[in-house]
């Protein structure tokens, strides 16, 4: 397998996924030649609706004629493959680097235990003890060793998988490892994949919350769509999740899950603070009905293309004017067009 890794103070380090030649060096791909548009989908709350969100906008852009690359970030329990069956082609490590002890060298100084803000060295009945998974991986340990008693090695944390699920349409999947909690790192090495694939938009699926996962997921994001539901816990993340947004800098629009129609608090909010909700999708016994089954809501709902074509037209008012939000627009007219080879199923309102 290929590795890829990176150091906190080295963000854009180039991915080394691509499909290793016998003596296991990763070989070149080219890039785009355009930078894509980045959209994250992202909520603070869990179960809001994010990857509802996210699988049928990939379809929707893909069958309009837009290169799509759509990153499932929630890597500790990645669910988009349920719903896009993706041919896996790639499977890369992501690791990160630890410290290695060369106990004939160490001369006890303590520097690096000094050196760690984290607890992973300790000086402990006279030896270093070294504990990888408390180690975040920024080498100033090895930088502070006098002796050079201390080399890195590399531990794996999880992995990404690239697939192709249709013509258009790419599915990169990060997934930490059981017992493993460095996420962000995971999701920098998907995201990394995503960079490198030629597209006209890259499609965040964000983990919930507002903590380290759901930052590393939305950073540099062109825009943000912020998937919330009419409920007092919903409202309440929402806010957190919109603070997090404006640190960020990033334009922000709302996607109203299980609206049951009304204006309620969360429009209320959103009227206040100056947020443009962009769609409302209805609170409805069949859509539920639809995820159930890891069905697409696009191919069977006959309401559903409307939904997704405001979040579209949402889009192209929060994201920065340029060729790919240009050809985004251009869009339209096949947008329009259902993206399922059968027929439309009737549902209940």
């Known amino acids: 397998m290929c590795r890829s890794y990176g150091r906190w103070s080295e963000p854009c380090r180039p991915a080394t996924f691509a499909p290793c030649s016998p003596d296991g060096s990763a070989v070149a791909t080219n890039g785009p030649t355009l930078r894509p548009l980045t959209i994250a989908v992202a909520s603070g709350k869990g179960g809001t609706g994010k990857t509802l969100v996210a699988t049928n906008l990939a379809v929707m852009m893909a069958g309009a004629g837009l290169h799509v ?166 409202l309440h993340d929402l806010r957190l999740a919109v603070e997090l947004g404006r640190g960020l800098g990033a334009p922000m629009g709302i996607v109203i899950n299980r609206s049951e129609g009304a204006a309620g608090s969360t429009e209320r909010y959103c009227a206040t603070e100056g947020l443009a909700i962009v769609a409302r999708i209805p609170f409805e016994r069949r859509i539920a009905e639809l995820y159930s089954e890891g069905r697409l809501v696009l191919d069977a709902h006959p309401q559903a293309r409307q939904w997704f074509t405001d979040i579209r037209h949402g889009i192209e008012r929060l994201a920065s004017t340029g060729d790919v939000v240009e050809r985004l627009a251009s869009t339209g007219d096949a947008v329009g067009r259902s993206t399922s080879t059968g027929d439309v199923e009737e549902c209940g309102s």
């Open 69 to 234: 690359a759509l990153v499932d970030c929630d890597v500790e329990a990645p669910n988009d493959h349920l719903f896009l069956l993706a041919e896996k082609t790639v499977v890369a490590e992501s690791v990160v680097p630890v410290p290695l002890l060369d106990e004939q060298s160490c001369s006890l100084c303590g520097l690096c235990r000094d050196a760690c803000r984290y607890g992973a060295i300790r000086l402990l009945g006279g030896s270093i003890h070294v504990f990888p998974e408390l180690c975040h991986g920024c080498g100033q340990c090895v930088r502070e060793c006098p002796d050079g008693a201390l080399r890195e090695e590399y531990r794996r944390v999880g992995e990404v998988a690239r697939g192709s699920v249709r013509e258009g349409l790419e599915l990169v999947t990060g997934r930490l490892d059981i017992g493993e909690v460095k996420s962000p790192r995971v999701i920098e090495h998907a995201r990394r994949v995503a960079s490198d694939i030629a597209s006209d938009v890259i499609l965040v699926d964000a983990p919930p919350g507002v903590a380290c996962a759901a930052v590393a997921s939305t950073n540099g994001a062109d825009a943000l769509l912020l998937v919330t539901e009419p409920t007092v816990f919903g």
